[in-house]
């Protein structure tokens, strides 16, 4: 993998994946709360955090985060209402918000409005970049997370970073608007500057689906805008935590 510096957790299954990812999460969150009395988070959206939102809302990790602290973000989203069935929002909604004491002004959504539409996406996309204005700077001047949580699609995407698109060349935004040739779909996403920068990143990969793509994401020497994920995962700030079956065919002696 680019500049393997990762560090890479695998469990036997996602419960456990999500089990243990909550934690760190959860740690995170102590810890930023605890030196700046405040963690700033952008949270994935698709089916595999879903498990880890539940964790996050049960009781016993619930009550050791600090949410008065918490101030919460999306890397990227599909242009729809915030209660529609596609909304990443919706779903985090639904898995935690609905179950936890977070304050509802430390809440941003990316996109409040839209039917899959060029200027709902254009708008939220830069309503968006001033919103995270609010957030402490990178040395050189970026907005920068504490945690920024990841996932990554079968052909190597990660946040709304698709394979061959233009935001992958993004150099000035931090949120950008992209239309997704193959989901003829518009999607509003956190840029790489942004993400590259984020403190920690947190990556969730799981599913038999995904261990192709992760093989060759490992052997692939150099990041290629043809795996996007390539430009980001050999970080040292990245922390990965795959299941066995997304794991089964590295080479952990590597
Ligand atoms: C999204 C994402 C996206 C996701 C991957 C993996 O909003 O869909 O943030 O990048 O992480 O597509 O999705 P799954 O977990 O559903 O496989």
């Known amino acids: 993998m680019p500049n393997s510096q990762a560090h890479l957790h695998v469990f036997s299954d ?22 700046q009395d405040a963690f700033y988070v952008a949270l994935s959206g698709g089916a595999t955090p879903r498990l880890l939102y539940q964790q996050l809302a049960q009781d ?4 050791q985060i600090p949410w008065q602290q918490v101030h919460l973000y999306f890397g990227d989203e599909r242009v729809v209402p915030p209660d529609h069935p596609d909304s990443n929002y919706r779903m985090v909604r639904e898995n935690l918000l609905d179950h936890v004491p977070l304050p509802a002004s430390q809440i941003h959504p990316m996109v409040l409005q839209g039917n899959n539409n060029e200027t709902s996406a254009r708008r939220a996309a830069s309503a968006y970049a001033q919103e995270l204005q609010q957030l402490p700077t990178s040395a050189d001047g970026w907005p920068q997370f504490d945690l ?10 990660t946040a709304s970073l698709f394979p061959g698109t233009t935001i992958l060349q993004e150099q000035q935004q931090s949120v950008t608007s992209v239309y ?45 805008d043809d795996m996007p994920i390539t430009h980001i995962i050999g970080q040292a700030n ?4 795959l299941d066995q079956a997304a794991a089964r065919l590295l080479d952990m002696t590597k």
């Open 14 to 35: 996602s419960q456990q994946v999500a089990s243990q990812a909550a934690l760190f999460w959860a740690q995170q969150a102590r810890q930023a709360a605890a030196q």
């Open 60 to 63: 016993d990790v619930a009550g």
């Open 148 to 157: 920024l949580m990841l996932g990554m699609g079968a052909d190597g995407h």
């Open 180 to 224: 997704v040739d193959k989901l003829e779909a518009w999607r509003v996403s956190l840029t790489l500057p942004v993400i590259q920068r984020a403190k920690t990143l947190l990556l969730l990969i799981c599913g038999d689906d995904k261990a192709e793509r992760l093989k060759q994401v490992f052997e692939t020497p150099a990041p290629t």
């Open 238 to 241: 990245v922390h990965l935590y």
